[in-house]
């Protein structure tokens, strides 16, 4: 009787939980987890900027202050062929060197902020690090510390995408005027990247935005005065979710707003 009742009292739960799932789906405020830890794969990493890390601020993402905006030391710019266009900001990579005698133990976890140009000037072998198509991270000086003796220059290293863990939900910064709407959206998890946003005021449909560059969207349309909602596609998985009411009506640029959602 005792083992019933348990059973019971368990699918009872479980039914429960489906349902409280299912009446979120239906809501737009949740997403099961999509993304997990890819592969690892060989590439070589080196460092710019010194210990404070403060060369490494800003960056072709558009994040800004990285210490405000989320992101601290735990950075890394992309060559050409990782960087995709600006489409693999906010990702997050572990990075481990290997064959070297540089080398310590373990990993780091770091964050796409930035790209690393190529050096045409440079043989890809021997400066032109970031030349294409070469897969390579230039890391902030705290973060290639943690991997390597900063004395080494250039490391080969083993790296993988794994899921981004962020505390709460999307950020979006706002720039432009009350006709041009620019966001940069940060804080982003699962996998990091956005592919694809689209925006509606509260007298508005749903507006596709277009991407500017790195994490940066924009809308030409007249928003001001009326309360934003975005939608948001994944680069990486394709996922979308529904942030409503993300800013209110009173909104102005030069100010974040924070979301309730995030991807998983």
């Known amino acids: 009787m005792a083992s019933f009742i348990c059973r019971w009292i368990l699918s009872f739960f479980l039914i429960a939980t489906m349902a409280l799932i299912n009446q979120a789906i239906a809501s737009g405020y949740y997403t099961t987890p999509k993304f997990k ?15 404070t890390a403060s060369e490494t601020m800003g960056g072709a993402c558009g994040y800004g202050n990285l210490f405000n905006s989320g992101y601290g030391t735990a950075t890394a710019a992309l060559s050409t062929v990782l960087f995709s266009n600006g489409y693999s900001c906010g990702q997050c990579f572990q990075i481990q060197c290997v064959k ?27 400066g032109g690090w970031c030349n294409p198509p070469r897969q390579h991270f230039d890391m902030a000086k705290p973060a290639f ?6 004395k080494a220059g250039i490391v080969p290293v083993m790296y993988r995408r794994v899921p981004c863990i962020k505390k709460g939900g999307i950020r979006f910064a706002f720039q432009g005027n009350g006709y041009w709407l620019l966001v940069y959206v940060m804080n982003v998890a699962g996998g990091g990247d956005v592919e694809s946003i689209w925006v509606k005021g509260s007298k508005t449909g749903w507006m596709k935005m277009s991407h500017n560059w790195g994490a940066s969207y924009q809308a030409f349309a007249t928003l001001s005065g009326q309360s934003l909602s975005f939608k948001l596609t994944s680069y990486t998985n394709h996922e979308t979710i529904i942030a409503s ?7 102005h640029v030069g100010m974040a707003y924070q979301a309730k959602v995030n991807f998983h």
């Open 100 to 126: 070297s005698k540089f080398c310590y133990k373990g990993f780091t976890t770091v964050t796409a902020t930035n790209l690393c140009p190529p050096n045409w000037a440079q043989d890809s072998n021997h």
């Open 245 to 251: 009411n993300v800013a209110p009506s009173n909104w």
């Open 145 to 150: 510390m943690k991997i390597a003796q900063w």
């Open 37 to 51: 830890a890819m592969p690892w794969k060989l590439a070589y990493a080196t460092f710019y900027g010194d210990e």
